[in-house]
């Protein structure tokens, strides 16, 4: 494609998400879709240029005022994911000056907010969380995520897939805390592989495999994914069981567990029931109470955890609607324990960095049930064999809860408290 034409097309496309009325993945999605003429390196520049554009939003924002031409094409311009002689190649000669100037920009000379791209609701939590250490996160925010992939262990061995993926010229590495992950540089046609359709492996962030392997759920045993949306971590429980017992998959959104069927279907569990439900009162709960031997709550959250990823939740979410999350966390984080059974484990998590929806949630639910006995995260990741265990976790002596940093772990920001049921 001609670069004054990619460039465009780019253009369109910030305007399009910088309106943020849709998530920017689905808003992404649909420009494909309707732009089926554009190929796999055109379609990587366009992905790339907007969420750069996202991630850096505040210094974009800064300097595009002193260029020339309409708002989306300068934060296009700005954040174009290609060489630069191809970019300049669609530029004019103003453009190219000013371009110039704003890349000979130090970032000694900008202001905090235009370094950090941080909304100022977020930076404050972070800072008083983080320390000096809020800026190695804040730097790491503005980086692409890596591509992680979880080996299903019920049918393949990670050292077998990692010599197959070799083969395939993609090169992977063992994840370091996770015994079932991979992960690889850059974004390979994972769909084409053998691989994948014979379900040897899914995409899923190691944080997120750890929560799985942090429910430690045994064969023939009754478990519940309480919020499982598109199933991730369904399938690694699923495989943690050897396929044997019984183990729902429950969500309000018959939606999201669409997306489960072919994902179940790869891994070959059979173990595995997904049932959409009204809300975390339903009766399919009621009949289930006091019968579960694990619950596995990964609780609607901000999603902040996940900004690499998601860039845009920084600038669609608000503090009034993490006001709103930390209600429903606690409703649903209370229904789910109904189901725990004496004796029985339940985990709750979430892919945010913000004390409110983890630290607080789990202290309160500790407050009020007392019959549930906070485990300390750390000793229990320990005795799974994870490597490096108590850098994994914070909460004091006993490492209580898993609390993962994108810059301390290369992970997005999870967290995780786990109780047993007296």
Known sequence: MHPKVLLEACADLVGLVLKFDHPADQVVSRFFRDHRELGPRERATLAETVYTVLRKKLLFDHLSPSGTG????????????????????????????????????????????????????LVAPLKAQLGDEFWALAESLQQPAPLDLRVNTLHDKRADVQKELGLASIKAVPTPFSPWGLRIDGKPALTRLDAFTRGAIEVQDEGSQLLALLLDAKRGEMVVDFCAGAGGKTLAIGATMRSTGRLYAFDT??????????????????????????HERDDRIKRLA??????????????????????????????????????KQTAILQSAARLVKSGGRLVYATCSVLPEENEAIAEAFSAANPDFELQDAGPLLTGLKVEGAERLCVG??????????????????FFAAVWNRK
């Not at 994108?406 to 920001?413: E, K, Q, S, V």
């Open 70 to 121: 309409s708002k989306e094409r300068r934060m296009a311009i700005l954040g174009f994911h290609g060489p630069r002689d191809f970019l300049k190649s669609a530029l004019n000669d103003v453009e190219k000056r000013w371009l110039d100037n704003c890349d000979a920009v130090r970032p000694d000379e900008l202001l905090e907010r235009h370094r950090h791209n941080l909304p100022e609701w």
């Open 253 to 278: 959104s018959a939606h999201r567990l669409d997306a489960l069927k072919p994902r179940l279907a790869r891994s070959k569990l059979s173990n595995v029931h997904p049932a959409a439900i009204a």
């Open 290 to 327: 006091g019968k579960i031997d694990r619950v596995l709550v990964d609780a609607p959250c901000s999603g902040l955890g996940t900004l690499r990823r998601n860039p845009d939740l920084k600038w669609r979410q608000s503090p009034k609607a993490i006001e709103e999350l930390t209600a």
């Open 396 to 413: 004091g002596e006993g490492a209580r809860y898993l609390r993962l940093w994108p810059h301390r772990h290369a992970t997005d920001g």
